[in-house]
């Protein structure tokens, strides 16, 4: 693996561009203040290069070269943890490994064979992976399998399932997920097996625009309050939402008294607004993927591309 770019501040974020296999990729180290890394560490990788699913306010649809292998997804980890911990051992009470950063994990089946390598590789005791999806047509096996990895492995609230599905309107929810995906009935019919005693909620997530239309009243029709928890966050200014005119519902301004959140709650939803820290949008590890700006070794961003560039010094 080559390093192509390194962003971001230790404090913070870190942001690494890195070439595998003669293709581009990119991984996230984070903490989430005001919590140490000695606390909680996040790190987010890339299951695929690019991605065919073409979400609307995501970059990493604008063009897909195939699946990251099991190798390429352990050698992401490994950059970001072998020089802090290089006997592998990790005594973090809280080590989250989120697939979530270019890709939609459940179309690379090498996703199931690296999280049955995780726990054998590592030494962590606070060990959480992460699937973020928006359910794709087709990938029913993929999740029959996380299924029993999740039990045999990650049992008692060591495992989190994400659902993004962004809109209760039908039609809002094609236009931003273009692909066929699951409807909620699949979802709600799979989160009822999923879920056993001690089990995190699963979460749906939402990614709030201006004129997003999220009716509580259509979730609770779908989903139960003590299975499934609500996570509303921020459009971050990728270049494909600038480009679509995507001007998020969430603002500094708002995001501390949010009335969809109220409404939320008020039908028995556990629910986050959940912000981050606004400063990851400069950096650019939490509004979009560099690898779609990196042309011959070097960042080129796109004229409407609202992140700027923040190389680590220290």
């Not at 809109?167 to 409807?183: A, F």
């Not at 459009?235 to 008294?257: F, Q």
Request: some cysteine; charged content about 25%; proline content about 6%.
């Amino acid at each position: 693996m080559e390093i192509l770019g390194k962003y971001g501040k230790d404090d913070l974020a870190i942001l690494y561009v890195a070439k595998i296999n003669g293709k581009v990729v990119e991984f996230v180290e984070s903490i989430q203040p005001p919590l140490s890394r000695e606390e909680k560490w996040v790190l987010i990788i890339s299951t695929l290069y690019g991605c065919p699913m073409q979400c609307l306010m995501c970059d990493a649809g604008e063009y897909y070269q195939g699946k990251v292998s099991k190798d390429a997804m352990l050698a992401q980890i490994e950059h970001m943890v072998l020089p802090r911990f290089p006997d592998r051992s990790i005594p973090i009470p809280k080590l989250k490994i989120q697939f979530a950063r270019m890709g939609e994990p459940s179309l690379n089946s090498d996703v199931l064979k690296f999280l049955k390598e995780l726990p054998v590789t590592y030494d962590v005791p606070g060990l959480i992976p992460c699937i973020s999806t928006v359910a794709p047509k087709g990938t029913e096996a993929f999740f029959e399998e996380l299924f029993e990895i999740k039990n045999s492995l990650y049992a008692n609230g060591f495992f989190q399932l994400q659902f993004s599905i962004h809109s209760t309107d039908v039609e809002e929810r094609r236009k931003w997920i273009p692909k066929s995906i699951w409807n909620f009935e699949q979802i709600a019919q799979f989160g009822k097996k999923w879920l056993l005693p001690g089990d995190r909620k699963i979460t749906l997530n939402f990614a709030v625009g201006e004129t997003s239309i999220i009716d509580p009243q259509v979730i609770r029709k779908y989903f139960d309050p003590s299975q499934f928890f609500i996570k509303l966050t921020p459009v971050n200014p990728t270049y494909n939402a600038v480009r679509n005119n995507l001007k998020s519902g969430i603002k500094e301004s708002n995001s501390h008294d949010f009335q969809l959140a109220k409404d939320f709650r008020d039908l028995g939803y556990e629910t986050l607004v959940s912000i981050g820290e606004w400063e990851e949008n400069q950096i650019g590890s939490n509004c979009g993927q560099f690898a779609t700006q990196f042309l011959d070794g070097e960042v080129k961003l796109k004229e409407t591309y609202t992140c700027q560039e923040y190389r680590l010094t220290s």
